[in-house]
């Protein structure tokens, strides 16, 4: 089985996974956790082992794509492997980082990964320390992505994404807020994205916030939702 939750930020939003374990009891290392970015668990050499423990010690095993508050420099430092058609960082047999723009190919469904987004606090934060450059998808990445899809004919089942589209910011719950969103240069990739590709479903996080955006695209945060 596959699920797919929001953010986790390390073990600030770890709860939620650990009350789905308890109230799953079935599950086991072949079923799949998908974390829509700011998966946070590679965050500093202090607290590393700890973080990962938690997270190994949870009954299935956990995907994620990238977010914004990641320590770039640590999980790029993980050497890149093939896994299901897509390249990837195995920070642990059981803990697995999409990497941007590949195609993975996932109990017979595909799905489409571009992590990364902007930190809008960034200037709180202190570079190499808790905000990294590399947050922001570059155009390689952005390029590698377009050639991906093309070898799917840009036709797969899911896309899953920390940030969204321009066109989703117009939409509820995202609108709701009150004022439209800033857009960044993720959100006008991934509308280019949103523009040729095909799917069944498109889930990201970084809002904060749960809902259904339109039938086939949803934000996440806290809900955890079955998709296969």
């Known amino acids: 089985m596959i699920y797919i939750t929001g953010d986790t930020h390390g073990q600030t939003d770890f709860a939620k996974l650990l009350h789905f374990a ?36 949870l009954p299935f095993t956990t995907l994620f794509v990238d977010g914004n508050h990641e ?13 299901k058609g897509g390249k990837v960082h195995k920070i642990s047999p059981d803990i697995i980082h999409l990497m941007r723009g590949q195609v993975f190919e996932i109990e017979g469904s595909t799905f ?7 930190s ?13 450059p590399q947050e922001l998808p ?3 990445e952005f390029e590698e992505g377009v050639n991906s899809l093309a070898r799917y004919a840009n036709r797969v089942d ?50 904060h916030m749960d809902g259904d955006l339109t039938e086939d695209k949803t934000v996440l945060y806290q809900r955890i939702l079955r998709i296969l």
């Open 22 to 57: 308890d109230d799953h009891p079935t599950l086991t290392k072949q079923d799949f956790m998908i974390v829509c970015g700011d998966f946070g668990g590679v965050w500093s050499e202090r607290g590393l082992q700890t973080t990962l423990l938690m997270y190994a010690r």
């Open 71 to 83: 320590n770039f420099d640590m999980l790029n430092s993980y050497p890149v492997e093939i896994w």
């Open 112 to 118: 489409f990964t571009f992590g990364g987004a902007t």
């Open 120 to 132: 809008i606090d960034r200037y709180l934060r202190t570079e190499g320390v808790s905000w990294w």
């Open 138 to 140: 570059s155009y390689a």
């Open 158 to 207: 899911f896309i899953v994404t920390h940030s969204c589209d321009e066109r989703a910011l117009w939409y509820p719950p995202l609108r709701e807020r009150g004022v439209k969103m800033q857009t960044y240069p993720e959100n006008q990739m991934l509308s280019y994205f949103q523009d040729i590709v095909r799917y069944r479903h498109w889930y990201f996080g970084h809002y």
